[in-house]
């Protein structure tokens, strides 16, 4: 069974805090993507993988940075968090052809900054 | 900018009720997803659609691109307690591996 993992379903952290969110995808996909999700508002993307140690951003990159050091792993990074960064944050992988491009998800991490 | 819009936002009917949700926009879509979200879950993809005037059918699900490929309706025929979710239509409006979300309809079927 194909599988997306994030680190934690639940995460409070404090104002100023560094936050890791980690992900891990077993199906050998090149592309992976991080995306908060506020009610109303849909999916949006903050960054997103193509490949090993390269990124781009995606609509809403400010306050957040990413790390891809191998294929399988892509870590989300709130340098100094703060309340309006509390959101469900979805990760997800994808195949660069074929697949008709089917993203598919983590389950999420709901992160509350305090 | 390519502006998205998915309605009604929220839906609550009955099982054996239909319902239908739009996804528009003022630009072309290249190809256009619909997923699935369920409480506590990631969203899972429930069809693509790519030619203009394509219909798709799984089970009870009727998805329509429209014949300009700016439009999608997603139809649900005798709604049914596990129909219940938040579905989300995601374009791509050129080619690239990214796709754009629309805000979602929040649909619950009431046993």
């Known amino acids: 069974d194909v599988k997306v993992t994030q680190s934690s379903r639940y995460l409070v952290k404090r104002t100023g805090e560094k936050v890791f969110l980690e992900c891990v995808q077993d199906m050998d996909h090149e592309n992976m993507f991080w995306y908060r999700q506020d009610p109303g508002l849909g999916l949006r993307l903050i960054y997103f993988?193509?490949?090993?140690?390269?990124?781009e951003k995606g609509d809403i990159p400010e306050g957040y940075s990413v790390s891809r050091e191998k294929k399988e792993r892509f870590s989300l990074i709130l340098e100094s968090a703060s309340t309006n960064q509390t959101s469900m944050y979805l990760c997800?992988?994808?195949?660069?052809?074929?697949?008709?491009?089917?993203?598919?998800f983590g389950p999420g991490t709901r992160l509350t900054v305090l | 900018t390519q502006l998205l819009e998915q309605s009604p936002q929220f839906l609550s009917i009955q099982e054996g009720e239909n319902l239908t949700v739009y996804c528009n926009s003022s630009s072309v879509f290249s190809s256009l997803q619909w997923y699935r979200q369920e409480p506590g879950e990631g969203p899972v993809l429930l069809v693509t659609v790519v030619t203009g005037g394509e219909v798709k059918k799984l089970k009870r699900l009727t998805f329509q691109f429209g014949d300009a490929r700016k439009d999608s309706s997603l139809h649900i025929t005798a709604a049914q307690p596990g129909d219940t979710g938040l579905y989300l239509c995601?374009?791509?409006?050129?080619?690239?591996?990214?796709?754009?979300f629309g805000g979602g309809t929040r649909v619950l079927v009431k046993p």
């Open positions: 995601a374009p791509r409006w050129a080619a690239g591996n990214k796709l754009t």
């Open positions: 997800a992988s994808s195949r660069t052809s074929g697949g008709a491009y089917e993203q598919f």
């Open positions: 993988s193509y490949d090993v140690k390269m990124k």
